[in-house]
């Protein structure tokens, strides 16, 4: 038994580019099946020129596969569709497997546009390993849990749920090397993520050490069901230092949805964190993501003692009854005390604000500017709430007719910005819009001043002053678009505060887009989404949410 495995493109274009976020996910599943003693090949477009089809004809040509299997979250719709499309186009019998948040979040929907010749809803490690043994023995596959495909008159079958699985530590380490993970590592760069930047010369190693989230955020979507597990603490030391050695790893991102929900497990990780790393030729740091009830100056102290250096808040707003419509379970005055413990041990944040939820209002938006601007040397980023499918906004959505088409939504407009709200115009909205992107430009706290110089290999050094704690850092092996046109974000490497560095003709077009805003807002609105979906689609920087991934933002 043959098996390909294929690694959609995280952006669309037939050009390599490594800032992609490793496919976690698909590394699982070639890991099973390998264990499971099967031939199994991986294709990681994202290393390779050229068009999708191209590509993935060469591959088929050279090696005769039983099996193709891909699959992604929902806003890789459209790059998913190419790799099913081409692999039908060049060999119509092959079977296709897809899996992942993309099907999983809308089953019926997916299946009958992609077309393949299974889908997997929800966690897919057992269900691959069922469905393969049943189409090696020429067995039925109607008692595999958690599949959908079409029986031989054509009727479209979904079998019953899979349970999640109940001891992940038995699931084997994802498979890297097959995916090419050490390309991957060696044309990393620190402009290609915002807590990449630690290091001039990162190599960053995803881990997961828990699945799901056992909260039901109205904007979150869980792929791999709603019953929160965790691994031993004795599994994630074991791949880590099975594999932080091996890949010379410097930077650790823990991809969990929720890191935090054991406080004594979190403090145990730390104590074994920071016994390891001390082992190490070379400096390791870590970083994860947080409830802001979870938090406290012992437990930010004890992290920052074994090296974390980073960590991903859902802040989300800072309006009681709008944390309340979302479902966050958790208080203003939680987000303010996070914000202030967390910069006073030194550890970056990374956290959003999205406004637009279906309970705000021009008040409770206003009340979360103001906490904002208050703040805005924690470096809070300002943005849109996306209606994700899966999501119970989605829902919403789809019920009030303001999603027609779900995949044209899905295709083309996952990324727009919407009117989700209730109780604000679309006039208030527009206005709302306005006040977030000046704030955004305005407030940003920028370097006074910087110096540019060649690189290696087309990257640039940049030597500025953190106009935190004014200390003169220079980073090195940056790419950046336009040295005259110059935005880059940086978290300073001494204080571990945001800041930003902007070219005077950036700043300046930056102000007059304020101002052609404030004249016109109803036009610039309008061209601000259709810019913002178009860089979303095309540019991996725009779909980065950084380390951690965002993983329960993003379905």
């Known amino acids: 038994m043959k098996i390909l495995v294929v690694s959609p493109r995280w952006f669309i274009g037939d050009i390599v580019n490594y800032r992609y976020m490793f496919p976690l996910g698909l590394a699982y599943i070639a890991a099973v099946l390998k264990k499971d003693g099967y031939d199994v090949d991986v294709l990681n477009l994202n290393h390779y020129p050229g068009p999708v089809d191209s590509i993935i004809k060469s591959v088929l040509s050279r090696k005769q596969y039983d099996h193709v299997l891909t699959g992604g979250i929902s806003?890789?719709?459209?790059?998913?569709?190419?790799?099913?499309?081409?692999?039908?186009?060049?060999?119509?019998?092959?079977?296709?497997?897809v899996g992942g948040g993309v099907v999983s979040s809308e089953p019926e929907l997916i299946y009958d546009y992609l077309k393949p010749t299974y889908g997997i809803i929800g966690e897919g490690e057992k269900t691959v390993s069922e469905l393969i043994a049943c189409l090696a023995k020429k067995e039925p596959v109607h008692n595999v849990q958690g599949l959908i495909y079409r029986d031989?008159?054509?009727?479209?079958?979904?079998?019953?749920?899979?349970?999640?699985?109940?001891?992940?530590?038995?699931?084997?380490?994802?498979?890297?090397?097959?995916?090419?993970?050490?390309?991957?590592?060696?044309?990393?760069?620190?402009?290609?993520?915002?807590?990449?930047?630690?290091?001039?010369?990162?190599?960053?190693?995803?881990?997961?050490?828990?699945?799901?989230?056992?909260?039901?955020?109205?904007?979150?979507?869980?792929?791999?069901?709603?019953?929160?597990?965790?691994?031993?603490?004795?599994?994630?030391?074991?791949?880590?230092?099975?594999?932080v050695p091996r890949y010379k790893i410097n930077i650790v991102g823990i991809y969990d949805e929720l890191f935090s929900n054991d406080r004594k497990r979190l403090l145990e990780f730390c104590d074994e964190m920071q016994a390891f790393t001390?082992?190490?030729?070379?400096?390791?740091?870590?970083?994860?993501?947080m409830r802001v009830d979870r938090v406290d100056d012992e437990l930010l102290a004890r992290m920052k003692a074994s090296g974390c250096y980073t960590i991903s808040y859902g802040f989300e707003s800072y309006s009681l009854s709008v944390l309340k419509s979302m479902k966050k379970h958790i208080m203003p005055e939680q987000i303010k005390r996070a914000v202030d413990l967390t910069l006073k041990n030194e550890i970056s944040i990374q956290g959003n604000f999205i406004f637009g939820d279906v309970a705000e209002t021009r008040t409770t938006a206003r009340t979360t500017l103001d906490f904002w601007k208050k703040h805005v040397e924690a470096g809070i980023i300002l943005s849109f709430i996306n209606p994700y499918p899966g999501t119970e906004i989605y829902q919403k959505l789809v019920e009030r007719g303001v999603i027609k088409n779900k995949i044209d939504f899905i295709s083309n407009h996952i990324f727009d910005i919407f009117n989700i709200s209730e109780k604000m115009?679309?006039?208030?909205?527009?206005?709302?819009?306005?006040?977030?992107?000046?704030?955004?430009?305005?407030?940003?706290i920028y370097a006074g001043h910087y110096a540019l110089r060649a690189g290696e290999n087309g990257t640039v050094s940049?030597?500025?002053t953190c106009p935190h704690?004014?200390?003169?850092?220079?980073?090195?092996?940056?790419?950046?678009?336009?040295?005259?046109?110059?935005?880059?974000?940086?978290?300073?490497?001494?204080?571990?505060?945001?800041?930003?560095?902007?070219?005077?003709?950036?700043?300046?077009?930056?102000?007059?887009?304020?101002?052609?805003?404030?004249?016109?807002?109803?036009?610039?609105?309008?061209l601000f989404k259709r810019i913002w979906s178009f860089l979303k689609?095309?540019?991996?920087?725009?779909?980065?949410?950084?380390?951690?991934?965002?993983?329960?933002?993003?379905?």
């Open 152 to 243: 031989p008159h054509g009727i479209c079958i979904k079998t019953s749920p899979r349970l999640p699985i109940a001891n992940i530590d038995l699931i084997p380490y994802p498979d890297f090397d097959a995916f090419e993970f050490d390309k991957y590592l060696d044309h990393m760069h620190p402009s290609d993520q915002y807590s990449y930047d630690l290091f001039d010369q990162p190599r960053a190693y995803p881990i997961i050490c828990s699945r799901s989230c056992p909260y039901l955020c109205t904007f979150c979507f869980h792929p791999l069901g709603n019953k929160y597990r965790q691994r031993s603490l004795g599994s994630i030391m074991a791949e880590l230092r099975q594999n």
């Open 462 to 464: 940049i030597k500025v």
């Open 75 to 97: 806003t890789f719709l459209n790059q998913i569709k190419a790799v099913v499309t081409a692999v039908r186009k060049i060999n119509p019998d092959i079977n296709i497997i």
């Open 278 to 289: 001390k082992t190490l030729p070379w400096d390791c740091r870590w970083g994860c993501q």
């Open 469 to 526: 704690c004014h200390n003169e850092i220079e980073y090195h092996n940056y790419y950046v678009l336009s040295r005259k046109v110059l935005f880059l974000m940086f978290y300073c490497r001494a204080c571990r505060r945001r800041f930003y560095v902007g070219s005077k003709i950036y700043r300046l077009v930056s102000f007059l887009l304020v101002v052609f805003a404030a004249v016109m807002p109803g036009f610039a609105y309008e």
């Open 425 to 444: 115009s679309n006039n208030e909205f527009g206005r709302l819009w306005f006040e977030v992107m000046k704030a955004r430009i305005l407030n940003r």
């Open 537 to 555: 689609n095309h540019d991996p920087r725009f779909k980065d949410k950084g380390l951690l991934g965002r993983l329960s933002d993003n379905n």
